[in-house]
């Protein structure tokens, strides 16, 4: 059974730094491109970062410079970084390895709230 556990979430202060882990069991993630998505209530989810192990790595232009997005292949684990945070990075964050479209996987979410 494949499962992605995020952690990290938590209440910041604007200005504040976060580190989002997404944890794999039941597969090997370093084939995947791996993502992290946002969702905050009544809106779509959209997308933060992209990653592969090859090197490669996007981001939505709202956290350029801001975040950074990273893999562990010895620990199967995907980082995403978050400094500089702002209220409007308020959101549900989500974990997500594709690799086609019958082996696309979710995690459950984590809670970001970034209030002074």
């Known amino acids: 059974q494949v499962q992605l556990v995020e952690s990290g979430g938590g209440l910041v202060q604007p200005g504040g730094s976060l580190r989002l882990s997404c944890a794999a069991s039941?597969?090997?993630?370093?084939?995947?491109?791996m993502g992290w998505y946002r969702q905050v209530p009544g809106k779509q989810r959209e997308l933060v970062a992209l990653?592969?192990?090859?090197?490669?790595?996007h981001y939505a232009d709202s956290v350029k410079g801001r975040f950074t997005i990273s893999g562990d292949n010895a620990w199967n684990t995907v980082y995403l970084q978050m400094n500089s945070l702002k209220p409007e990075d308020t959101a549900v964050y989500y974990c997500?390895?594709?690799?086609?479209?019958?082996?696309?996987?979710w995690g459950q979410g984590t809670q970001v709230t970034v209030s002074s």
């Open positions: 997500n390895a594709r690799l086609a479209s019958s082996l696309d996987y």
């Open positions: 039941g597969i090997r993630l370093s084939p995947y491109t």
């Open positions: 990653f592969t192990y090859s090197g490669w790595s």
